[in-house]
């Protein structure tokens, strides 16, 4: 293959590559002399032991489980333990009764941010930022990454959510290709979108049955391929204009349907793609009749370990978006924070020990603890080097026996000692997907009741016409000399007016952060 793939990133330590960010904040090395500490933080015997109600989302992969060594190590280090709640059915539904019986844990993990401030605007949950003095770490954190306080703030300029972040790494939205076929045939990966059609017409010729470009679930992959012609698939902020502005309507995105209904004329990608799911997709793969997708990462992994074993030879790789068009980036869109967080009962009556948890979590000891655990029992250190106890066969294997990256036990996490668990394959993948990756990212920030009310009424009927016309333009069934009038449509629909309450909301926002 003539392509070279794999750069200078490579080199790259995975600490750096997945969490660099994050500990730096956490740690103190986030600001511009490199000399300041990090906030000390005390021991748990400076403090008198305390067990916290928590409520937590318990995973269907990793249901929580009350001897998770997790906790034990959490209490060594803190002196706090829990009683644990975790529903085992609709979590969003036990949150709201929760609240309104006015008998909440001490904390609890949030569904997302809009949870958090509907709950927290009524007053059921404790306003963070009146008690960043009590934490130093989370303080730091804040100070240095101004788009994260961004992120967590409600309406108002208040915080009744803390956030999760680390653990998306795995699942970051990106391309993926069969490399053995590839080398195979020595097809080149594709640079640009006409390189994309041509490398699928000729794998389309090889293999008369398959559709090379394996897209599922409906609209999702455009929100990835939409990125790669310079545009969204919803309203976006562009950066370089400094306006908001909404992709489905512009002349990029119409380039990206005309590609999209080119493939699927020609069979390169499969015919019922907006309805089929994960299962069919896979076994696209199993049967070898597909060689390409736009998936998350994780799906490397995925696909490996349940065909490397059934096909001789069989290697899904990490392949470099192609760019799209004039003004196309080989980019994949990427949003860097999981939507679940943390939120404080605002009439708990143990306040200092569930704030100083929180904060520890924030911790460079924290992360440290709660993303390996003990060594000699969850980890090993071998020439100085930590490593998973080989004990554990898999990163799920680790969450459901230890509790470590489960919901409640962490804040920030660290992926280093996961990313060894990866394949070979995901491992140079996760090495490089950075440069690949759109940054700066998209702005989050919350809207009051009232801008969440227009957006829903104007934005339903939007969402509605928008997918259905970009299915018929797909699918052929629309002709794109129609285009003017479903762009005028849209327009009639109030996209304008819905992406000035997306200006008027991020314009709040930036208006706190400067005070």
Same mark, same amino acid.
């Given at each position: ?32 002399? !490199? ?55 609709? /979590? ?48 730091? &954190? ?17 915080? /009744?959510?803390?956030?999760?972040? !680390? #653990? ?37 010729? =090889? ?5 090379? =470009? ?20 919803? +309203? *976006? ?17 119409? #380039? ?34 597909? &060689? ?61 020990? $569930? #704030? ?13 603890? $709660? @993303? ?6 969850? /980890? ?11 004990? *554990? ?48 990212? +998209?702005?989050?920030?919350? &809207?009051?009741? +009232? ?59 930036? @208006?706190?952060?400067?005070?």
């Amino acid at each position: 293959m003539s392509r070279k793939i794999w750069g200078k990133a490579t080199k790259t330590a995975a600490a750096a590559a997945l969490l660099g960010s994050v500990l730096a904040g956490c740690g103190g090395g986030g600001s511009s002399s !490199g000399t300041e500490k990090p906030p000390e933080s005390s021991g748990p015997t400076s403090h008198p032991p305390v067990k916290l109600n928590m409520m937590v989302d318990s995973h269907p992969n990793w249901p929580y489980k009350e001897d998770w060594p997790i906790y034990k190590y959490i209490k060594e280090a803190t002196n706090i333990e829990f009683n644990v709640q975790a529903p085992p059915n609709d /979590y969003g539904t036990a949150i709201n009764l929760a609240v309104s019986s006015g008998d909440m844990p001490d904390l609890m993990t949030i569904t997302n941010l809009a949870t958090a401030n509907k709950h927290g605007n009524s007053g059921a949950f404790l306003n963070i930022f009146d008690h960043l003095d009590e934490m130093p770490n989370y303080k730091k &954190f804040l100070e240095d990454h101004p788009e994260v306080k961004q992120r967590v703030m409600s309406a108002d300029g208040k915080s /009744y959510y803390l956030p999760l972040y !680390g #653990l998306e790494k795995e699942s970051r939205r990106s391309w993926l290709y069969r490399s053995d076929i590839f080398e195979k045939h020595d097809l080149e990966l594709p640079q640009t979108y006409d390189d994309l059609y041509e490398v699928a017409k000729k794998l389309k010729e =090889l293999y008369p049955d398959s559709y090379p =470009l394996a897209l599922f679930g409906g609209m999702s992959p455009l929100g990835n391929m939409a990125t790669n012609f310079n545009t969204f698939n919803w +309203q *976006y902020y562009d950066y370089d204009k400094d306006e908001w502005r909404y992709g489905p309507i512009e002349d990029n995105y119409k #380039l990206m349907l005309t590609y999209l209904n080119k493939f699927y004329k020609e069979g390169l990608i499969p015919p019922d793609f907006m309805s089929i799911q994960r299962k069919q997709f896979q076994d696209l793969f199993a049967q070898e009749k597909a &060689f390409m997708a736009v998936d998350y990462i994780g799906s490397i992994d995925q696909l490996m370990s349940l065909l490397k074993d059934e096909i001789p030879g069989f290697k899904v790789e990490f392949m470099p978006p192609p760019a799209g068009g004039p003004e196309g980036k080989p980019l994949n869109e990427y949003s860097g924070f999981m939507p679940k967080g943390w939120s404080v009962a605002s009439n708990t009556k143990n306040r200092e020990a $569930v #704030l100083r948890y929180l904060d520890f979590l924030y911790s460079p000891e924290g992360i440290e603890l $709660v @993303s390996w655990g003990k060594e000699g029992e969850t /980890y090993i250190v071998e020439n100085g080097e930590k490593k998973i106890n080989p004990e *554990y066969t898999s990163f799920a294997d680790l969450r459901t026996r230890t509790g470590i990256a489960t919901y409640g036990s962490f804040t920030a996490h660290d992926m280093e000692g996961f990313f060894k668990m990866f394949s070979p394959e995901m491992q140079e993948g996760l090495k490089v997907i950075d440069q690949y990756s759109l940054n700066p990212q +998209q702005p989050v920030f919350a &809207f009051t009741d +009232q801008e969440n009310e227009q957006l829903n009424i104007t934005g339903e009927s939007i969402k509605k016409y928008m997918e259905e016309n970009v299915g018929k333009f797909i699918l052929g069934q629309k002709s794109f000399d129609e285009w003017d009038a479903y762009v005028a449509e849209m327009e009639r629909l109030g996209v304008q007016t819905y992406i000035d309450i997306y200006k008027q909301a991020h314009d709040r926002a930036k @208006s706190f952060l400067d005070k």
